[in-house]
Nanobody
Framework: QVQLEESGGGLVQAGGSLRLSCAAS????????MGWFRQAPGKEREFVAV????????YYEDPVKGRFTISRDNAKNTVYLQMNSLKPEDTAVYYC???????????WGQGTQVTVSS
């Protein structure tokens, strides 16, 4: 049974930093390109960043480019998201998951809340 456990969120002032972690069980993260997603209040979940499966290639959506860094530790079966220079508009629940192959009934973890105050 797949389980994704996101952690590391919290309340931070604008300009601050947080490091999110996503620990997986029942799923070998090294077999997949892994992504971070977020869902702000009243909005749909959106893709934020991806780390490739077999190389160190990464990609970021424009709103977070230059401020967020995705990384992975395959030995720990964990994916990370370092978030710097946080802005109030980054406030959301953050989730990790496979970047591709998701459908309407795909499993999602509980996410971790990030709140950035101005």
């Amino acid at each position: 049974q797949v389980q994704l456990e996101e952690s590391g969120g919290g309340l931070v002032q604008a300009g601050g930093s947080l490091r999110l972690s996503c620990a997986a069980s029942g799923l070998t993260l090294s077999d997949y390109a892994m992504g971070w997603f977020r869902q702000a209040p009243g909005k749909e979940r959106e893709f934020v960043a991806v780390h490739s499966r077999s190389s160190n290639n990464t990609y970021y959506e424009d709103p977070v480019k230059g401020r967020f860094t995705i990384s992975r530790d395959n030995a720990k079966n964990t994916v990370y998201l370092q978030m710097n220079s946080l802005k109030p508009e980054d406030t959301a629940v953050y989730y990790c998951n496979r970047r591709y192959g998701l459908g309407p009934n795909s499993y999602w973890g509980q996410g971790t809340q990030v709140t950035v105050s101005s």
